[in-house]
């Protein structure tokens, strides 16, 4: 029975493996020598004027949250729109369903003011 499983075995050891041997070369090879102006904060070739700490309101991370909801829609919607021919009124009904509860939250959004762009 363990045979059944060594092959998922094998995939989690490459998985693991493979990002963390990726990051073990790169830093053996990476060059080591610091100095304080390769160490210094870099925005935009400018440097920064007063307070560098700058605080966004909450509805910005909405606003971008509520985006990419949407966008989600649309890759999960594109492989129902190709397939359209060959699936049956079940397959219509779910993805009906699947657009009446994005845009019910879509209304709830709009409703709660986080498409709200101050």
């Known amino acids: 029975m363990l045979s059944k499983y060594g092959f998922i075995g094998i995939l989690a050891v490459v998985a ?3 990002p963390v041997l990726g990051l073990v070369v790169a830093w ?3 060059p080591k020598k610091p100095n304080p102006i390769k160490q210094s904060t870099y925005e935009c070739g400018v440097e920064t ?4 700490w700058v605080q966004f309101r909450a509805q910005y991370y909405l606003f971008a ?3 990419v909801v949407f966008d989600i829609e649309t890759v999960f919607l594109y492989p129902w729109a190709v397939a359209y021919g060959q699936l049956g009124l079940f397959a219509l009904v779910e993805a009906a369903l699947f657009v009446l509860i994005l ?3 879509l ?3 709009w409703r709660k003011g986080a498409l709200e762009w101050q």
């Open 16 to 18: 693991f493996g493979f």
């Open 28 to 30: 053996l090879l990476s």
């Open 49 to 52: 004027i007063g307070d560098t």
């Open 65 to 67: 949250l509520v985006f």
């Open 103 to 105: 845009f019910a939250g």
């Open 107 to 109: 209304v709830y959004a």
